[in-house]
C-alpha cells in the first residue's frame, strides 16, 4: 500500500526538478515521479492541485525545552508543532535543564522524539559543559551517539581557546558549529536593538556591534581550523558583508535567518509591555532588515530557519525588560516564508524549498531533503492559495508567544509526511 500524491507542482532543489506531476510514495520511500501515475489498488489518492510538493522542511534551530522545563515545551509538543509546520527534521538547541552535553541525555531526547514519531529530531550537543564555557563537553561521546552538530545556543562561547579546541574536533568529525553570536560584555542589560525605538522606550538597547564582532572572530577561527562555521539566527547589515567576504576567501560559513528577522523591524514593537516582540538577537531597523532580505534573495543566507523558543503564557506576559528573550516560530515559519518573500518575489518557491529543507539537510550531512526517486519520503504539500488568520490558540506547541497573533498569512501545509506516514493533515476546523 502506498501513496499517490496527484497534481502537485513537484518542487525538488537537489535536482532542479520544478513540474507539475504525480509522485508516489511506496512503503517509506519515493517509489515514483511521473506525469500521470496510476494508483494501485490500495493506494491513498491525495489531490495535491494548485499545491507544491517539496521536501519536508528541515529546521536547524529549535528549543523543545526538554528536559527540565516542560512548562514552556516538550519534545511531544514541540514534534507536534513540528509535524503542522511542515518540518519533518529539526534540530533541538541543548540550553535545557540539565544542559545535553553528555551522551546520555542525547539518547534520552533522541530516543523519545523516535517514540513520539511526528518529526526527526537530531539532537545538538552543547560545546562545554553546562554551557559555562569552562571546559568542553564530552564531544566524542555525542559524536558516537550520532549528534550531527554543536552549539552553545543562547550564548557565545567567550573563550576563544576553548571554541577553536571544539572547532576542531568539529573539522575532524565533519560536523558545523552552530554559533549564536553575542559578546556577553557588550549587551549591557539590553532588551531591544539599540536604536530610534529603544530611545523612545526608554529601554536598553542591543547594538548591532554585540552579534558582528563575535561572528567575525567566529568567521576567523573557521578560516583557521576548517571548520563548517553555521551562524544562527543573524540580524544585523554588517553580518551580510562578513559572510560575503567570507565566502570569497574560501571558509566554510554559512548563514540562517529566521521569519521575524525578516518581516519586522525595530519600529514594528508597540510598547515596551509587549514582549511578544522580545528575542535575541532583537528585531533591527529597517536597513539590517532590508539587507537580510537582499542576502536570502541573492542566497548570501542559505538557510531560514525558526529559532522556535517557546516560553509559559505568564512569562510572556512580563515586559520587555523582566520577560525572556524569543518567541515561537514551527507553526508559522512556512507560511511568513511564502508570505513574506516568495509572493513578494524575493524567492522562487524553489529557493524556499531551498532555504527550508535542502540546504540545511547539506549542512548536517544527511540524506534527507531530496525528494528524488529512491530517497526516503520526508514530503510537505503547501498550499499557496490559501490565507488564514494567526491564532495563537489553535497551536500545537505550549508557547503562544508569537507576535503575529491576528495576522492573515498566505500559505498552509495541507499534508506533511514523515518517513512515508502522513503525520499532519489540515482539517476543515483549521480552515
Ligand atoms: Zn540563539
Redesign the pocket.
Known sequence: MGIVITNGRIINPATGLDSIADLRIAGERIDRIAGRIQAEEEDQVIDAAGCYVMPGFVDL?VHLREPGQTDKETIESGSMAAARGGVTTLVA?PNTSPVVDNPELVDFVQEKAKDCGMTHVLQAGSITKGMEGKELSDLSGMLEKGVRAISE???SVMDSGLLREAMEIAADANIPVLA?C?DIRLVQGGVMNKGKRSEELDVPGISNAVENIIEARDIMLAEETGAALHL??CSTKESYDLIREAKAKGIRVSGEVCPHHFTLTEEDIPSSEDSNYKM??PLRSREDRDALIKGLSDGTFEVIST?H?PHTDEEKAKDFVHAPFGIVGLETSASLTYTQLVKTGYLTPMMMAEKMSYRPAQILHIDRGDISEGKMADVVIFDPNTSYVVDPRDFYSKGHNTPFAGWTLNGVVRTTILDGRIVYTRTQEEE
Open positions: 534551530h538547541m545556543d543562547g550564548k549564536h553575542e544562527c539566527h535575541n538577537p529559532d523558543a
